[in-house]
């Protein structure tokens, strides 16, 4: 027995990264998976790998017409969609002061109207199949504040508010809200020396950034080292699941301590 039996979700930005190990875990534990990304090949790749209970569909967090799109290709191959992990997201460094409108509006369209059009979209069908789960994933900047991020910790504190105002419209029809806030996790977002190499040299110095990377993580993060997208894909199996079945409306840090404070040693 899986923790998802019988589930249908869909998660966005699925194709690598924490949605990669998210769809994982979710076919693992039973539920079938839509694998939604704009990344096509490495999105096509994951779904062939995962089996019958995986379909892959291209899709835009930011365009309204990709998500209705979504999910009927969802309905289409499997009846019912009564489960949403709003993954997708950008991550851009910039001074605020020194940030272009057009970079700062990208990443809302992404990271926080992108959430918006995947409740609006698929909460009418998880109401229809009796009811499930929305998993959106916010960021530790979402609740504190990170300098040179201004634009990207804007959009996840909208989306912690978004998650608590679904939560209470929601909750009536039977449908839970939370939000996962990760720290730093070891993604091609937080580190993009994960990115795929062309060179011999390139391999070489993606090695070098992701040391250096560690050992930034090691003095910053309580528990000394940087997340891995795994634990954070079980956090999102735990709200998707009936263990967490008298939770809504919070959201859930996942960043080994970093926000717990400041350690003087």
Known sequence: MGKLDGRVVLVTGAARGQGEQE???FVAEG???VVADVL???GETLAKELGARARYVHLDVSREDD???AVAVAKQAYGKVDGLVNNAGILRFNALVDTPLDEFMQIVRVNQVGVFLG???LAPEIEA??????VNTASYTGLTGMAYVGAYSASKHAIVGLTRVAALELAPKGIRVNAVCPGAIDTAMSNPALLDPATTDAEAAAEAASASVARLYRKL???GRIG???EVARLALFLSCEDSSYITGQPFVIDGGWLAGVSVM
Do not use: S, Y
């Open 221 to 223: 993060v309580p528990l």
């Open 129 to 134: 199949a009796g009811g499930g789960t929305v």
């Open 228 to 230: 891995r997208a795994e």
């Open 23 to 25: 769809a994982r875990l």
């Open 40 to 42: 096509d090949e490495q």
């Open 119 to 121: 409740i609006k979209a």
């Open 67 to 69: 998500w209705a799109a």
């Open 31 to 33: 539920a079938a998976v």
